[in-house]
């Protein structure tokens, strides 16, 4: 811990953290003096028509918040296509996976690394310029925080995280991550599926991806526009990786509507965002257990860390159809983002 974050403590902070819902963004702040707390507060806003720009009202909101307390730390949650993971540190390892380690960003932990593309590093530092980020973090990130307080477990576990707009998954043994999936929720239940690699420039909200933490965004490392078409070109050469099955839209909307035939008449009871997410998971066993770029073995486990609503029906479906012992820990994940960065900024991380 650096001199400066020890002495940080005892003078009024608030932290901020910033979670995009489906239509709105929500807001949590905790105010903290000597490593206590004085008090927490949100507050929620409709997500604007043009979401290339924060919406005035949340630049009005927080600028008054900065002119109110003298130290104001603001973190992001991740909800953007272009981040991913691998297995491995190397750039061997995100060759194996068709990553350009040239157009990303990456996070290397001890076994595995989260990434995010540079033209998703540009677009959050366009959109909250206005107000200045301290940390941007991935849900990936904020996965693997979670699972290693709530006790790693050293067999092979498939964790959730699950959010209103989207759902994080994880795969791991002990702290080594085997296999990450990113997914954006669709309550009209068009699944389209992408899995460590995507075209990050034209697939921008276009439902799924995979695992990173952004820290302190580097304004000197941001991509020129001349330096933002070569990545487009290099974007060109991704259609080739490993999971084109799994992008042909037209293959995967017979194989959603093939697949609700033959599960029978209870999928009734699973409808809209639970069954979008049902199928999604469905997907995510298949391309781990099929797939030989991945070293995988049988999940008997499952742990949600559920910040949105998991119904009953899907609780069910999940443990008899995919054959998992399920565990579920409700969490707030806003607070959980807030908590983090507060962790960040008094060097206890």
């Known amino acids: 811990m650096s001199f400066s974050s020890k002495i940080q403590k005892y003078f009024t902070n608030l932290f901020i953290s910033i979670v995009e819902g489906e239509d ?8 903290l003096k000597n490593n206590k707390l004085l008090k927490k507060f949100d507050k929620t806003f409709d997500i604007a028509p043009n979401d290339e720009k924060l919406d005035s009202a949340i630049e009005d909101y927080i600028v008054s918040l900065q002119e109110k307390y003298n130290t104001v730390y603001i973190a992001l949650l991740l909800n953007s296509m272009g981040q991913g993971s691998i297995k491995g540190t190397h750039d061997k390892d ?34 909250y310029k206005y107000i200045g980020l301290d940390f941007v973090y991935s849900p990936f990130v904020i996965l ?24 994080t998954i ?9 296999f990450g999936a990113f997914y954006k929720v669709d309550n009209n ?16 909200e276009d439902n799924s991806a995979s695992m990173v933490e952004l820290d302190n965004l580097d304004s000197e490392k941001l991509l020129s526009s001349d330096e933002l078409s070569e990545l487009t070109a290099l974007d060109d ?4 990786g490993k999971f084109s099955d799994l992008k042909d839209e037209d293959n995967l ?25 049902f199928q999604f998971l469905q997907k995510v066993l298949g391309e781990y257990y099929k797939n030989d770029i991945y070293e995988s073995d049988f999940i008997e486990n499952a742990i949600i860390f559920d910040g949105y609503d998991i119904g009953e029906e899907m609780i069910g479906r999940i443990e008899d159809d995919l054959m998992l012992n399920l565990e579920i820990h409700k969490i707030d994940i806003a ?11 008094y060097g206890e991380v």
């Open 335 to 345: 607070e959980v983002v807030c908590d983090l960065s507060v962790k960040e900024a």
């Open 170 to 178: 994880g795969i791991f043994k002990g702290d080594t991550l085997c």
């Open 144 to 167: 693997y925080n979670l699972l290693s307080a709530y006790k790693l477990k050293h067999n092979l576990t498939l964790y959730i995280l699950n959010q209103e707009a989207s759902i």
């Open 94 to 127: 995100f060759q194996k996976f068709s990553v350009h380690s040239n157009s990303v960003k990456a996070v290397k932990f001890k076994s595995w690394s989260s990434y995010v593309s540079y033209i998703d590093i540009n677009w959050i530092q366009k959109t």
């Open 24 to 31: 709105s963004y929500r807001l949590f702040c905790k105010v």
């Open 189 to 204: 239940v068009k699944l389209s599926v992408s899995m460590d690699i995507d075209d990050w420039e034209d697939e921008k």
């Open 253 to 277: 909307d017979n194989l959603s509507s093939s697949e609700s035939e033959d599960l029978g008449i209870e999928d009734l009871e699973l409808y809209g965002r639970d069954l979008d997410v």
């Open 237 to 240: 050469e991704l259609g080739d």
